[in-house]
T-cell receptor, first 113, second 113 residues
């Protein structure tokens, strides 16, 4: 069975600092991987996805993620945090037929002045 | 482009009352549709998915049911709500021309008292 683990339910960074949100997946076959962002009381918005092409994936809002098979990781980064980045971030893996998603438990990002 | 409508946006219901949440999709045809629940402090859990009219698959045993009476309509129901049914319910559809992506609706916040 496939699982997704996000280390750190809360991450706090200063504005302008590096953002690093961790995600590890468990699968015998590298899956399709996704990062979604959720602002309060809203649905999820896709930030970026890995589909077995380039291992470094660039997304919206300056975010990027690197797929590392040897570490079974897909960490999300942004060089310089902005106040508007404060939100909850979910890592997800595609599994099985019908394109079902398995989500991590999420990481809430706080950006301070 | 695809649009997902969910209503109501918020709902407060007493324990034991029935439930009907509706999701409609515009801008695509014959999509896979999904219902997720996000409980407080937890990640997203897939409840049901549908690959076509009248075709419903349940992911976890629960107090809820789903139906798909039309191609772009997905309904989540319960005959008698439990306190544990409280949460944020998200409808999603498979993105057209990007079959490994899911596009999410704005969600319904359900509070069972």
């Amino acid at each position: 069975a496939q699982s997704v683990t996000q280390l750190g339910s809360h991450v706090s960074v200063s504005e302008g600092a590096l953002v690093l949100l961790r995600c590890n997946y468990s699968s015998s076959v590298p899956p399709y991987l996704f990062w979604y962002v959720q602002y309060p009381n809203q649905g999820l918005q896709l930030l970026l996805k890995y589909t077995s092409a380039a291992t470094l994936v660039k997304g919206i809002n300056g975010f990027e993620a690197e797929f590392k098979k040897s570490e079974t990781s897909f960490h999300l980064t942004k060089p310089s945090a902005h106040m508007s980045d404060a939100a909850e971030y979910f890592c997800a893996a595609l599994r099985g037929t019908a394109s079902k998603l398995t989500f991590g438990t999420g990481t809430r990002l706080q950006v301070t002045l | 482009s695809q649009t997902i409508h969910q209503w109501p946006a918020t709902l407060v219901q007493p324990v034991g009352s029935p439930l009907s949440l509706e999701c409609t999709v515009e801008g695509t045809s014959n999509p896979n549709l999904y219902w997720y629940r996000q409980a407080a402090g937890r990640g997203l859990q897939l409840l049901f998915y549908s690959v076509g009219i009248g075709q419903i698959s349940s992911e976890v045993p629960q107090n809820l049911s789903a139906s798909r009476p039309q191609d772009r309509q997905f309904i989540l129901s319960s005959k008698k709500l439990l306190l544990s049914d409280s949460g944020f319910y998200l409808c999603a559809c498979q993105r057209e021309f990007a079959y490994n992506e899911q596009f999410f609706g704005p969600g319904t916040r359900l509070t069972v008292l």
